[in-house]
């Protein structure tokens, strides 16, 4: 099956422009797959601690305008589950250096180191089951594979490659141009071999409800899922919101197998942007360091996050910025007599100056003192009035309701007055 002359070098370039291009193609699909965790990094988010939902608008208006216009709610920003980690990205990446390296080296009739690279593309690609569009790499690596075994002479690796090629990817067919005439015919024989070969049937089951199945990234249906699949190995990925996609590799045998049992883990990134809310709506600034840390190293990248906190009470708020490199502030900010325009550097946020800051915070300002002393004092005054005039009238019920006192007669005899 192999040809040294000068028409298997314009197939090997042809291929080499034509799978160049295809692999571009999937790269751009793993980054449009990205594009929404990407958003997350590098967000800036905005938390109000205390005060009503009604005054949050004051106080952004009192904020500077880039720090007011971020969104409240991280959750929403961190990473889907659908998406790709960066990790995921480089060795996505990595897979298709290996696979321009191979094709190069196939050209120049390396085929030894050819072989090399795919073997670790393979490698590479046998991890990367979790990932959508996985099936159209790793089909496209056994294409390649399979040409570079044809021109090497190894017929029997070359029919295997080209097999799990069509039992990957079922569309992706080997066209004239890519490889000499007698590869393509074996390819294409050995797809329609699998699209009418013998099935095999199983279920896959997953313990958090709502979870969707992907065999070769065509969605199967929701948990539990009966499939019906040709007899070969085929990429299997089952997802949901909030947890890690489980992928794997799954060779199906004709006729019925046991029923597949996937548990999904938590999504790390979603955990930890669950537990930096937590820390910013305590205002717990040492633990919010933490917090930013573990969600960077989860895969999410938080420019900063913003923590104002509002008493209500005295229209007072304090402003604190936290970033990887630690929290800075606070700033003091009032939403009664004018919004702050300007704010000066922050420094870095310490136990003495929060606890003078919130001190400030819960004060009322000289004026509203004096007006609060006085209101104060009028009633004073008057409950003391009101409290007088209480014991008066209790007294004077008292004399009026009391009883009258006894009276007893005495009487004197004169002794001239008895008459014997």
Known sequence: MSDAGPARHRHEARAHVRCHRLVAALGLVGAL??????AAEGASVLRFVGGAPADEAALRAALPPAV?????????????????RPARLEELSRLEALLASARERAAALDEAGALADLAQAAHLGAGLGDVPGAAGYNAELQLQLGVTAAQAGLDDLAAIALRRAASLDPGRRLRTG??????????????????????????????????????????????????????GPHLLR??????????AWIDVLQGQRPPIRVALAPEPSLTAAAALLAAADAADYRRVETAIGALRQAGVAVSAIDVVEHDARTGR?????????GCRGPARISTKGGSAASFP????VSDASLQRARGWMGRRSTARNRVARERAGATGTYLWVAAGAVVA??????????PAPERRLRVVVDPGDIRQ
């Open 33 to 38: 797959l990205a594009s929404a965790p990407a």
């Open 68 to 84: 007011a216009r971020a969104p409240s709610d991280l959750i929403g920003l961190a990473r889907s589950p659908a998406g790709v």
């Open 178 to 231: 890519e490889a000499p005439p007698a590869v393509v015919e074996l390819a294409a024989r050995l797809a329609r071999e699998v699209a009418t070969g013998p099935r095999g049937e199983l279920v896959v089951q997953a313990d958090t409800p709502g979870a969707r199945v992907f065999v070769d990234d065509v969605e199967q249906g929701a948990t539990p899922a009966r499939l019906r699949l040709p007899v």
């Open 238 to 247: 089952v997802q949901a919101p909030g947890h890690v996609p489980y992928g």
């Open 317 to 325: 708020a304090l402003w604190v910025r936290c970033d990887p490199k």
């Open 345 to 348: 550097p922050l420094t870095k």
């Open 393 to 402: 009238a209790l007294a004077t019920g008292a004399v009026l309701l009391a």
